[in-house]
């Protein structure tokens, strides 16, 4: 199938990619907010006009041509989905908006239907808002527990504390995979073992490691997974939910409409087959097709060779960027132990007026809690400025934003 | 634009030395809010003249970007005195123009998180009055 290199040629990659050819405030772009959303190569570009001018009607509706035409496309995008992370079927993949539509129909069709009172829900204190306000809305409504797993000093999971955390009225346990702050690596498989012994289910939040390394739904065993089209060159609008089919099928829908039912009468209805149960409605079928061509393109680099890239320029931009005086970086110290996300201030530079003095040298960067405001409290600082890396960053832009900060604090005259 | 532009001496002297700093005892309200996007939070305590019309002393604190409290400091600098019927209909331009360099859309939310808090203090101030009147 495809040959997997250690690394690609970075250079080819960005001619992929119209938008970073461009200046802005005359500075040639440095684009070093992937981990908020990643910028599109013209394969999915073409792939999404190309239904738009060429096989565009509405799918699961139509006898003739284009709509079968479209329907056959977006089944295989869906095909291509979930061999790209290692599902064993189609029927294991439902598409969602983004990753927080698929944790809100967690919380709502599997949590409302099989949490009782005085059950309890395991996360984490790094979790992203998306994993976080939709369990506080079920906790306040049904009486259900949230328990947090905290950091040790380095950013990590402690797993002792989460081992002390896990009774028998834990019911699920859920975790980013990655955190988009610090960036943090948590090994998914040893946590998903004890979860299952203790009788829980496990729901991970695969929204900043699904982009960036290879993940496989059967080897680490988790029971839903979650993960946003955008966040890893597809389009906006199209996310994906992975849940095991005993489930997916024992699950009442979420939403519902059109496209999930099979029989309506004056008086009865019933569901259609996972994952369409779970569909309500025209999907964004489009959106699923750029999805599609999203994961042909990072399948053809190869994802070791993507995680190999990130993690050489993460190991580099830790070293840059701790060689600026007055920067602190948040998270694990070890580029094995984190993904291509580097949260950091600079002393007496609030984050947001670092990133608007960037950006007047083309650079990029995110400003603010980053959807992770327990997070940041725990950090004791209201506000991080973020840099995060995908496949088209190089070196070179990591020097940039290293310089940036030195510009930026004479233009604050703080030396 | 120049990198001095958006950080002009005057900006970063509001910032450095910021005007009407603090809290007051003897405020007839106060009132805080945060900007749900960056967190940036302002607090802003007013203390009314005689008749209850006017403002007659204010006082900020709070924590954020340059931009955010530059902005307040200035602000309360140049409403001091006001009716606060006025200051309730002010036009945000004025914030913009005292900041006098161009800002761009999410950076106005932060230039505008003062005249926000002020805005919304008088208003529930006066509610308070109505209520207790009635
Ligand atoms: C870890 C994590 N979870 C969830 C989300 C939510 O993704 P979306 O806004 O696409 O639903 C994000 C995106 O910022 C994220 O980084």
Redesign the pocket.
């Given at each position: 199938m495809h040959t997997q290199r250690e690394f690609f040629d970075v250079h080819a990659v960005r001619r992929d990619f119209p938008i970073l050819q461009q200046r802005v405030n005359g500075k040639p772009l440095v684009f070093l907010d992937s981990?908020?959303?990643s910028q599109k190569p013209l394969p999915v570009l073409e792939a999404m006009e190309r239904v738009y001018r060429e096989a565009y009607a509405n799918v699961h509706r139509g006898v003739y041509a284009l709509s079968e035409a479209a329907t056959a496309a977006y089944d295989e995008a869906r095909a291509k989905i979930a061999r790209f992370i290692g599902a064993p079927a189609v029927e294991n993949i439902v598409f969602t908006?983004?990753?927080?539509?698929a944790?809100n129909l967690l919380a709502y069709a599997y949590a409302r239907a099989f949490l009782r009172e005085g059950d309890e829900i395991l996360l984490t204190e790094l979790?992203?808002h998306?994993?976080f306000v939709p369990w506080m809305v079920l906790a306040r409504e049904r009486n259900v527990t949230l328990k947090f797993i905290p950091l040790t000093p380095e950013g990590l999971l402690d797993l002792d504390a989460f081992e002390r955390l896990l009774t028998e009225r834990t019911r699920i346990v859920t975790f980013?995979h990655?955190?988009?702050v610090l960036g943090t690596i948590t090994d998914p498989a040893p946590i998903i073992a004890r979860a299952h012994a203790a009788g829980a289910i496990v729901i991970v939040?695969g929204?900043?490691s699904v982009p960036h390394m290879p993940v496989n739904v059967q080897a680490m065993d988790c029971d839903f997974l979650?993960f946003?089209g955008?966040?890893m060159l597809g389009p906006t609008g199209i996310?994906v939910l992975y849940g095991k089919r005993a489930l997916l099928e024992a699950m009442p829908p979420f939403l519902t409409g059109g496209d999930m039912i099979s029989y309506v009468g004056f008086d009865d209805v019933r569901w259609n087959d996972v994952p369409l149960k779970f569909e309500a409605g025209t999907p964004a079928f489009v959106e699923a097709i750029g999805l599609g061509a999203a994961v042909d393109y990072l399948s053809a680099l190869g994802m070791d060779a993507v995680r190999a890239h990130e993690a050489q320029l993460t190991a580099y931009a830790l070293e840059r960027l701790s060689e600026v005086s007055g920067v602190r970086i948040y998270g694990p110290q070890d580029p094995q132990r984190r993904g291509g996300v580097i949260a950091f201030t600079v002393n007496r530079i609030h984050p947001h007026d670092l990133a608007s003095l960037l950006d007047q040298h083309g650079i990029a960067i995110r400003a603010g809690h980053?959807?992770a405001q327990p997070l940041h409290q725990r950090l004791g600082v209201n506000a991080t400025a973020r840099a995060s890396f995908y496949i088209y960053t190089e070196p070179s832009e990591i020097d940039a934003l290293a310089e940036g900060i030195e510009h930026a604090k004479r233009a604050l005259r703080i030396s | 634009m120049a990198m001095s532009d958006l950080y002009r001496e005057h900006i970063l002297d509001h910032y450095e030395n910021p005007r009407h700093h603090g809290t007051l005892a003897d405020a007839d309200f106060s009132h805080e809010e945060s900007n749900p996007l960056c967190g940036d939070h302002v607090r802003i305590d007013v203390k009314l003249s005689e008749d209850k019309t006017r403002i007659a002393d204010a006082a900020f604190s709070g924590e954020g970007c340059i931009i955010s409290q530059a902005a307040t400091s200035m602000l309360l600098e140049s409403v001091m005195g006001w009716r606060i019927d006025d200051v309730e209909q002010l036009d945000p331009q004025h914030v913009l123009s005292l900041i006098g360099v161009p800002l761009t859309a999410n950076r106005v939310k932060c230039a505008l998180l003062g005249l926000k808090v002020l805005k919304t203090g008088i208003k529930l101030w006066k509610l308070q009055q109505m209520q207790h009147s009635a």
């Open positions: 981990a908020a959303s908006r983004n990753a927080t539509e944790l979790e992203h998306a994993n980013a990655v955190s988009n939040d929204s900043q979650v946003s955008h966040k996310g980053h959807c | -």
